[in-house]
């Protein structure tokens, strides 16, 4: 079975820090996403990357930057947190465009 | 946007009973994905229909997709406790070599033992 591992279930930081969201997924899979969850919003895509160092915008990327220089590795980052970046994060990984997504259990993360 | 829309938004029924639901969205597609998510937790893929597709079983998960009228439906049959979850309709749209998935907003579906 496919692992994909976010480095914290739970995670509380303060305004204007730098936070580090890590995943690890051990399937060789060429794609990873970061996503968001609120609630009555679903799932927005943040940033996605097809392979390493490189990295696409999704549809709220402002805010965040990533970082993949391993393959099996993809970190969201938060450049300088703020309140309403408070929120689920989940990250995901396919291999290919017709495979469905893998999805790690999520990083709740409070910003105070 | 060719955002799936779930519904109901909710759901609520007795265990053993079958659970029904929808999807609906609105351009063209190249495959739609069912989820589960449990509380807390990350999603977790359920099945996999093609555009070319009209139904797909997978043990008591049945799914239908009608591309004319942009539809799919989930049913779970002899539903259990433990089915209880948040269910989400995900749309595949391919560009080039990626592919973008996008979510509805989930049902929630409560099981009554």
């Known amino acids: 079975d496919v692992k994909v591992t976010q480095s914290s279930r739970y995670l509380v930081k303060r305004t204007g820090e730098k936070v580090f969201l890590e995943c690890v997924q051990d399937?060789?899979?060429?794609?990873m996403f970061w996503y968001r969850q609120d609630p009555g919003l679903g799932l927005r895509l943040i940033y996605f990357?097809?392979?390493?160092?490189?990295?696409e915008k999704g549809d709220i990327p402002e805010g965040y930057s990533v970082s993949r220089e391993k393959k099996e590795r993809f970190s969201l980052i938060l450049e300088s947190a703020s309140t309403n970046q408070t929120s689920m994060y989940l990250c995901?990984?396919?291999?290919?465009?017709?495979?469905?997504?893998?999805f790690g259990d999520g990083t709740r993360l409070s910003i105070l | 946007s060719q955002q799936g829309e779930e519904d109901p938004q909710a759901l609520s029924i007795q265990e053993g009973e079958n659970a029904t639901m929808n999807c609906s969205y609105k351009?063209?597609?190249?495959?739609l994905q069912w989820y589960r998510q449990n509380s807390g937790r990350g999603l977790v893929h359920l099945i996999l229909?093609?555009?070319?597709?009209r139904e797909k079983h997978s043990g008591r998960l049945r799914v239908t997709l009608d591309t004319s009228k942009k539809s799919s439906s989930l049913l779970i049959t002899a539903s259990r406790a433990a089915d209880t979850a948040s269910y989400f309709c995900?749309?595949?749209?391919?560009?080039?070599?990626?592919?973008?998935?996008?979510f509805g907003k989930g049902i929630t579906l409560s099981v009554r033992p």
């Open positions: 995900a749309t595949a749209f391919h560009t080039g070599a990626n592919s973008k998935l996008t």
């Open positions: 229909i093609r555009s070319n597709e």
């Open positions: 399937m060789d899979h060429e794609n």
């Open positions: 990357s097809y392979d390493v160092k490189m990295k």
């Open positions: 995901a990984s396919k291999r290919d465009r017709g495979q469905p997504q893998h």
């Open positions: 351009t063209s597609i190249n495959n």
